[in-house]
């Protein structure tokens, strides 16, 4: 493996609603030793300010390295630099949309791009409800293209005590895809009692 590209991950943060799970995303790398570079759409930054009592410092605070969105001569922007792949928390409907054309218009989404081309792995937690078929489309497109479309929908399973244990399992959930183990999350069979009688004797 190419030196660092293990301790290092791109977050990208869109306007959708849902900027709490970008949020936690940047703690967990935080808890985890993971190197975060993080990048804010401008209508994230908006978003912050409706949904959170965070300023904008407040968040870049919480990454290793901020990248302004404009910046297109970032290291993120370009395939030589090794990270372990990019998560989008939360991914709006225009993030997605441009990912999938290729027509990248900010760092954000030539961030994105720069990580498919280079076949590491890209974790979209879309957040729109409900998805018309140009919706559907275009995540299939992303997905066929090799993006893991991980919308973060509550695992009841996990018996969440509150909004942050819903938030943490979706989050710590996509993380896995990188191979980074978050303590927050209550796994099946481990924190959690698997079914009595095994899986071929249960009913749907």
Not at 68 to 74: P, Y
Request: charge should be neutral; include cysteine; aromatic fraction near 4%.
């Amino acid at each position: 493996m190419i030196k660092n590209a293990a301790s290092r991950l791109v977050v990208g943060i869109s306007g959708a609603s849902g900027i709490v799970y970008g949020v936690r995303v940047l703690d967990a790398c935080r808890e985890l030793g993971v190197e975060s570079h993080l990048i804010v759409s401008r209508a994230a930054v908006l978003t912050l300010a409706q949904e959170t009592d965070l300023s904008l410092a407040d968040l870049t605070a919480k990454a290793s390295v901020h990248h302004r969105v404009g910046d297109i001569g970032a290291a993120v922007a370009s395939g030589s630099f090794p990270t372990l792949g990019m998560i989008i928390a939360p991914c709006s409907v225009r993030t997605m949309s441009e990912i999938a054309t290729g027509a990248t218009s900010s760092l954000l989404t030539r961030a994105a791009d720069v990580t498919l081309k280079e076949r590491r792995h890209l974790v979209l937690m879309v957040r729109e409800t409900p998805l018309h078929l140009g919706h559907l489309r275009t995540l299939v497109s992303l997905a066929e293209m090799g993006a893991v479309i991980a919308p973060p929908l509550p695992a009841f399973y996990a018996a969440p005590r509150g909004l942050e244990d819903m938030v943490d399992q979706s989050v710590g959930r996509a993380l896995d895809i990188f191979g980074l183990a978050w303590n927050r999350v209550r796994r099946w069979g481990d924190d959690l009692p698997a079914l009595a009688g095994g899986a071929e004797e249960r009913e749907d």
